[in-house]
């Protein structure tokens, strides 16, 4: 029986007929391997989360997502995981102590595929650079850290580093001495690299049918592919080359006949006789490398035009296995596609040759080929043709972010040109992303032709022309026709600046020419902050304890927990309506689907069908586990599956149907809520204690701001498993009693007899506070059912469709102000979006924080709660404080526009003066960041430029923590050698409160924090512990040590007394000689408070490129009081990572629903998070000094949250950029305009309102 043969870790493995298609290298490495250091978010290629090393020879060792490969595919592979990188066994590798040491990890899921990505990097290419470094790493995402550390860290390993860190299995990568270049033995005879023996990677075709009854048939010659289709038929087969394809368009089930081509050498390569012809199934990594190297050669120097594109299509590994065939039947597929390499083939004017069993070749154009039946037909090459110097061309890839996104629009156009006078003879214009069928500007092109191009009148025509061929069709989640349709003027305009020769541009239009994109630097940084030595280890930037583990891979995670005896999987069914009533559910489909075990519905829950504890701090209502009648939102679940693995049932999940009566419209916007009784109820008002009289102007506004996706890495888990007297539960939660109380009660369960544990989560941000109790409760039904342990992986795309996300919100104010802009008066009414009901109490936390710092005693404050008919929101870093902070901050900021004054005058004169604080950091930031000089210059920039425009903006911020919390800690000391461990039953999520925990337990104890150890946190030791979350959990636990070490110290004073001078161990020995109890307690209790005030002040300088609404982050100056930090370096972390994903709901992150209530945004295809190459340019931090909260926290303050809240900051100043552009279109600056939500690409071109009449060359 053939077999597939490869290695992982050294290790031989082989898989044939026992897997099914769709497991994947990912699902073999973790579930059949048992290596659990890959981790995994997406499976769509668009986290990087599962990222592992091949080596495929000839080519050199390369990173591929393993969440893509089918494990089918991997035959002659050498697969490197992060476990054999470095581990504590063998050591680490110095990328993983970089990593560490360099704070690059805060929840750490994210870590081992970051270490990957690089040990990958640098085996391809060992002579890196920084800059190559930054612009390489767009594969991965990290929520939690900001990446600035990770760059940090990485960049070290460049060969232009400053000290550069040497690798030495990177040295040991040979010189070959035939080529005097790295050794990837591709020409060597001696074939040492051959993992398994030649035969089983050589030998004819293997076939094997899987699991699942697809025949499996991996070739190495076309001619084999057509006997195959001739034999198997051609109705239902798929040629798997890198099978990327699926992170574009989802495969759900694989057809009949897989035939893997990968392997097929007559496809690889190149030649050039007039054209240069590759072969199709090349990658597109190496197709890069022939375009670099042909680009050489005479006529072909526009390949490298093609280079730079192709660097910005997907990542570095989609690219390592995608091929130039794949991509172009994606778009063969789905003409709506906006395929970069199916835009640049038809701009060059190349050609295709297809092949099927019956016929020669064929060579066609681009387009008669997305017209030709590609049934039983290979793609054998693409021709591109000669070009002479008379050709100029120009491509555009717009995307919503730096990298790894598709494109919102791509152009490309090349225009041949008479050398003496400009006269166009020849142009092609071609767009993608508008249209499934519109291709070519035909009748511009011809326009066109035999014209002096660079005049403003043949220009102006050629827009007119354009504008009215242009066929733009809507495709949501892609921006709106309106956007698609103007920047494709725009980027016409944008190609013909960018060929012009610069001096006949006039000199305002040149900024025109320049792509944002092409212009960033090396990013740089600074962390600055006191610490006080003789206070250490508290207020010590040690490194994170966890630190070393999460970047091998060795910190285990919930999902990570090995599988269990009879486990079963499953996925929750969601509705198809948004408001109505379940009349019933139909599961026979899914049942009858093979490896599906059963359904359960509401009806199935024996106890209280509720996933929230309304007699809980913060909550006052029970929300439905499963839908039991009245559907309250579009995607709500109304049934669990269960299934024998997780594919299974996540597509039987979808075969359950439901038949629903009263179907209704929804109210999805919180505009439409303002009131509305029904919709909208009062939920606190504070009146102004004073008024003042000095009455000149009156500002009205109405701003509102909407959702945001936590975008977590590790997504919703839970396994649980029967125990002796009940259940035990491995949850990724913040809150380990609620999930014990509501399966208890769902399940008329004894508490006691549930056991919860938690090690530590992958990123949570809030959603898994209360949200990750409904798939908990889900699973323990299907535990208790069954009696099987049962594992619950919800997938990304039910994540974003069925759970709430960050509140959106909508104020309208009212404000009577004096000449200088200080506010007199002003009704201030904000509706908090809650979704469909109101439960967790987010308006009450915004309260404390309505007028941000500016004078309260004159603010009438109303807080509303809404309900709309969308999931039910929930806890999302910093929840009310985010919006009540960021809609005062709209407010000075309009007050400054329509009086025409500089916003942080507005904002100093509105300071309340309880707050005065804020002023000398302000006083601080004004200096350390050169405001006045930059001011200036952003002021001539926006005068000198037409087209790129420049803003720079304050936030202030005061915040306020939330009241106590329960925490329970207990401090245990044994007796053999006088090592410590510390439970606290709160939860670690990459805040880092484990090693606060242990940096105050060594100050107390005296002894070096190594001796202590933070265990998992579980029910058993740590019962009735209050939710993690509002960045108070951790001073908390402080507290719970500190209470703890105290009492401990206090019960070994009288033995210490009785020694000289003992050593720890000594003391300890004794202790336990005499009868002390080692092990000690320290509770928190929900009335104990330690207010204070946390204050910040960011400045951020952007610019906008106002032909296509890009825009980059130019600098940061961000000051944030911190208190006396227990640990500076952890809370520069969560700074810098709170900054960025407020930077992110600011800019790039949009949630997109359709009328009926369901999202479209729903995966990383079209949510998109920033990444390492959008962070700003120059990002410079520091903790404030001299601020001190109080003696029993150690003098610090809240962290995670309050930073955040200063991202309005990058809106704002992006928001200046698009003033500076209104104002050459007529528009004044005292002119308040409404952006409800991110400042998008997209947003951001068309509130610029350009017109097309301003686009001109002098
Ligand atoms: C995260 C991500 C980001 C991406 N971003 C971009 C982007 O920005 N721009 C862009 O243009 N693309 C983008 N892509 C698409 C990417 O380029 C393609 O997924 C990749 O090129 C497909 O190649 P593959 O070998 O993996 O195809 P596969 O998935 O293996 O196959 C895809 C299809 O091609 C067919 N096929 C394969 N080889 C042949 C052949 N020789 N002859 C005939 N049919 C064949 C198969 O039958 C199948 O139907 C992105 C993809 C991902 C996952
Ligand atoms: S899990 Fe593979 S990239 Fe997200
Ligand atoms: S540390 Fe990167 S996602 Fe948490």
Redesign the pocket.
């Known amino acids: 029986m053939d077999r597939i043969q490869f290695k992982v870790n050294g290790l031989s493995c082989s898989v044939g007929c026992e897997v099914s298609s769709d497991v994947t290298l990912l699902d073999y490495i973790r579930e059949y391997l048992k290596l659990k250091g890959t981790k995994y978010m997406c499976r769509?290629?668009?986290c990087g989360g599962c990222i592992v090393t091949v080596k495929r020879p000839p080519t050199l060792p390369y990173a591929v997502n393993s969440c893509?490969t089918p494990v089918t595919s991997c035959h002659g592979w050498e697969i490197t995981t992060i476990e054999e990188v470095g581990n504590r066994k063998k050591g680490y590798h110095p990328l993983q102590t970089t990593l560490a040491k360099t704070n690059g990890t805060q929840c750490g899921y994210c870590s081992p595929s970051w270490v990957m990505s690089m040990y990958s990097l640098l085996q391809t290419n060992p002579k890196i650079t920084m800059m190559e470094i930054e612009k390489s790493l767009a594969s991965n995402t990290c929520r939690c850290t900001g990446y600035r550390p990770i760059l940090e860290a990485f960049r070290k390993f460049a060969k232009d580093a400053p000290r550069p860190i040497e690798l030495p299995d990177i040295e040991d990568l040979q010189i070959c001495k035939k080529s005097g270049e790295v050794c990837n033995k591709s020409n060597c005879e001696e074939e040492e690299w051959c993992i398994v023996d030649k035969e089983g990677i050589f030998s004819d075709v293997i076939q094997f049918r899987l699991k699942d009854n697809r025949l499996w048939v991996r070739v190495n010659y076309v001619r084999d592919i057509f006997s195959i289709l001739l034999r198997e038929g051609d109705d239902s087969y798929?040629?798997?080359?890198?099978?990327?394809?699926?992170?574009?368009y989802p495969i759900d089930e694989y057809p009949r006949v897989l035939i893997d081509?990968s392997a097929v050498q007559e496809?690889k390569g190149y030649t050039i006789d007039q054209n240069l012809i590759v072969n199709?199934?090349n990658t597109?990594t190496e197709f890069l490398n022939i375009l670099q190297k042909v680009s050489s050669e005479e006529y072909f120097g526009y390949l490298q035009k093609l280079y730079d594109h192709i660097l910005v299509?997907?990542?570095i590994p989609?690219r390592n296995?995608?091929?130039i065939?794949?991509?172009l039947?994606?778009k063969h597929?789905h003409n709506s596609f906006s395929?970069?390499?199916f835009l640049l083939l038809e701009t060059v004017g190349a050609q295709i040759t297809i092949q099927n069993a019956f016929s020669f070749k064929r060579t066609m154009t681009m387009q008669q080929f997305l017209r030709t039946d590609?049934r039983g037909?290979?793609?054998w090459n693409i021709m591109l043709p000669p070009l002479n110097n008379n050709y100029r061309l120009v491509t555009f890839k717009i995307m919503p972010r730096s990298a790894?996104?598709?494109?919102l629009i791509n152009a490309g156009f090349l225009y041949k040109l008479r050398g003496s006078d400009n006269t166009v003879r020849q142009a092609t214009i071609v767009y993608g992303a508008l249209s499934p069928t519109f291709i070519h500007a035909a009748a511009t092109e011809r326009y066109l032709v035999g014209k002096k191009i660079f005049s403003n009148e043949v220009l102006q025509i050629a827009l007119k022309i354009l504008e009215q061929e242009l066929v733009v069709v809507e495709n949501p989640p892609d921006p709106s026709v309106d956007y698609r349709k103007k920047v494709a003027l725009g980027l016409f305009y944008k190609s013909l600046l960018q060929i012009m020769p610069e001096n006949c541009i006039g000199p305002r239009y040149r900024s025109g020419a320049i792509n944002l994109r092409d212009t960033r630097p090396l990013s740089r940084a600074s962390q600055v902050y006191d610490t006080k030595p003789q206070q250490w280890p508290v207020n010590q930037p040690i490194m994170k304890v966890e630190a070393l583990i999460q970047c091998a891979g060795e910190a285990y995670y919930t999902e990570d927990i090995p599988s269990f005896p009879y486990e079963v999987y499953c996925a929750f069914a969601l509705s198809t309506i948004a408001v109505g009533d379940l009349v019933s559910i139909d599961s026979s489909k899914a049942l009858k689907y093979p490896g599906v075990i059963a359904v359960y519905t509401a009806k199935d829950i024996p106890g209280i069908n509720s996933f929230t504890p309304p007699d809980s701090f913060l909550y006052s209502a029970n929300e439905e586990v499963l839908c039991s009648g009245p559907v309250q939102y579009y995607n709500q679940p109304i049934a669990i599956v269960v299934a024998e693995t997780r594919h299974i049932a996540d597509r039987a999940a979808k075969l359950v149907t439901a038949t629903y009566k009263n179907v209704k419209k929804p109210v999805l916007d919180v505009r439409e809520t303002q009131g509305d009784s029904r919709k909208s109820k009062l939920y606190t008002e504070v009146n102004a204690t004073e008024k003042g009289d000095d009455v000149t102007k009156n500002v009205k506004g109405m701003n509102s701001i909407y959702g945001q996706y936590h975008f977590v890495m590790e997504t919703l888990t839970c396994v649980i498993k029967p125990s002796d007297e009940g259940l035990d539960v491995y949850c990724a939660t913040q809150w380990l009693e609620g999930v014990q109380l509501m399966i208890s009660r769902a399940l008329k369960i004894d508490q006691n007899r549930i056991d919860v544990h938690n090690r530590r989560v992958g990123g949570a941000y809030g959603i898994k506070m209360s949200r990750c109790i409904q798939g908990a409760v889900a699973s323990a039904l299907v535990v208790t059912k069954l009696n099987r342990p049962c594992r619950f992986i919800q997938s990304l795309t039910t994540n974003m469709r069925a759970v709430g996300k960050r509140l959106p919100c909508v104020v309208n104010f009212d404000a009577d102000i004096n000449n200088s802009g200080v506010i007199q008066s002003i009704n201030f009414n904000l509706y908090e979006d809650n979704g469909y009901k109101t439960n967790e109490q987010f308006t009450l936390l915004g309260t404390g924080a309505y007028n941000n710092a500016y004078k309260k005693s004159r603010w009438n404050y109303k807080s509303y709660d809404s309900i709309t008919d969308t999931a039910k929101n929930t806890w999302a870093r910093a929840p009310g404080t985010l919006e009540h902070i960021a809609m005062a901050e709209l407010v000075m900021e309009q007050i400054a526009y329509e009086t025409s004054q500089d916003p942080l005058d507005v904002r100093l004169a509105n300071l309340d003066p309880e707050y005065e604080e804020l002023r000398g950091m302000v006083n601080d930031v004004l200096l350390t960041s050169d405001y006045k000089k930059r001011r200036a210059f952003v002021d001539d920039f926006n005068k000198d430029n037409r087209w790129k425009k420049r803003g720079l903006r304050f936030a202030l911020l005061r915040w306020t923590p939330l009241g106590g919390i329960n925490v329970c800690v207990n401090v245990s000391v044994y007796r053999g050698d006088g090592t410590v461990i510390i439970t606290h039953g709160s939860i670690e999520m990459g805040q880092g409160i484990n090693t606060r925990a242990v940096q105050v337990a060594a100050y107390i104890l005296k002894i070096p924090v190594d001796k202590i150890v933070v265990k998992e946190n579980n029910t058993v030791i740590a019962p009735n512990v209050s939710l993690s979350g509002g960045s108070i959990t951790s001073l908390n636990v402080v507290v719970g040590v500190r209470r703890a070490c105290e009492e401990l110290m206090r019960r070994l004073q009288p033995i210490r007394d009785q020694m000289d001078n003992p050593t720890w161990e000594q003391l300890i020995t004794k202790a336990h000689q005499d009868n002390v109890d080692l092990q000690s307690h320290g509770f928190t209790r929900t009335d104990e408070e330690y207010p204070f005030p946390v204050y910040g002040v960011t400045l951020v300088e952007t610019e906008v490129d106002v032909i296509t609404g890009e825009f980059q982050v130019v600098r940061v100056d961000l000051c944030q009081d911190a208190g006396q930090s227990i640990n500076p370096e952890i809370d520069i972390g969560q700074v810098e990572g709170s900054f960025i994903m407020g930077m992110g709901y600011w800019t790039c992150e949009r949630l997109v629903y359709a009328p009926t209530g369901e999202l479209l945004s729903d995966r990383s295809w079209d949510y998109h998070v920033p990444l390492a190459g959008d962070i700003p340019q120059d990002w410079r931090v520091c903790l404030r000094k001299n601020s001190y909260s109080s003696d029993a926290i150690f003098g610090a303050k809240s962290i995670g949250e309050p930073p955040i809240c200063m991202a309005v900051a990058v809106g704002l100043s992006i928001r200046e950029a698009l003033v500076a552009a209104r104002l050459e279109s007529g528009i004044p600056t005292t002119q308040w305009f409404q952006e409800d939500g991110p400042y998008t690409v997209d947003r951001n071109f068309l509130l610029a309102s350009t017109k097309i009449e301003d686009f001109k060359f002098k």
């Open positions: 769509e290629a668009g893509m798929m040629l798997v080359c890198g099978n990327t394809a699926k992170g574009v081509v496809l199709a199934g597109l299509v997907a990542h989609v296995v995608g091929s065939a794949g991509n039947m994606i597929q395929s970069d390499i590609m037909h290979v793609i790894n996104a598709h494109a």
